[in-house]
């Protein structure tokens, strides 16, 4: 199971960028699919996530600024993230998880920088 995660880079305040995990070895239609980041000496946190029935939710901090969307045949889960703020620096991580059975799969992580 691979979850390749891509679209980060260097971006100044109030900018966007659209993160792209693509899953493959999984049907990604039959997983939760969502996204957490990891700042410098912070825990890693959910910023959204969108279950297999389409249920959205997200961080408070993001609410309103990102969007999460998937296109089951391309077992692809996607991240809009506008108006980005320099607190959005992070290495972001796709995540798929299913209950059961239990399985959990993370993707590598892709750099996002906010900075001018």
């Known amino acids: 199971v691979q979850l390749q995660a891509s679209g980060g880079g260097l971006v100044q305040p109030g900018g966007s960028l659209r993160l792209s995990c693509a899953a493959s070895?999984?049907?990604?239609?039959?997983?939760?699919m969502g996204w957490y980041r990891q700042a410098p000496g912070k825990l890693r946190e959910l910023v959204a996530r969108?279950?297999?029935?389409?249920?959205?939710n997200y961080a408070d901090s993001v609410l309103g600024r990102f969007a999460i969307d998937r296109v089951n045949a391309k077992d692809t889960v996607y991240l809009q993230m506008n108006r980005l703020k320099p607190e959005d620096t992070a290495v972001y991580y796709c995540?798929?998880?299913?209950?059961?059975?239990?399985?959990?799969?993370w993707g590598q992580g892709t750099q996002v920088t906010v900075s001018s």
């Open positions: 995540n798929a998880y299913r209950i059961a059975p239990r399985e959990n799969y």
């Open positions: 969108i279950t297999s029935g389409g249920k959205i």
């Open positions: 070895g999984i049907s990604a239609s039959i997983y939760d």
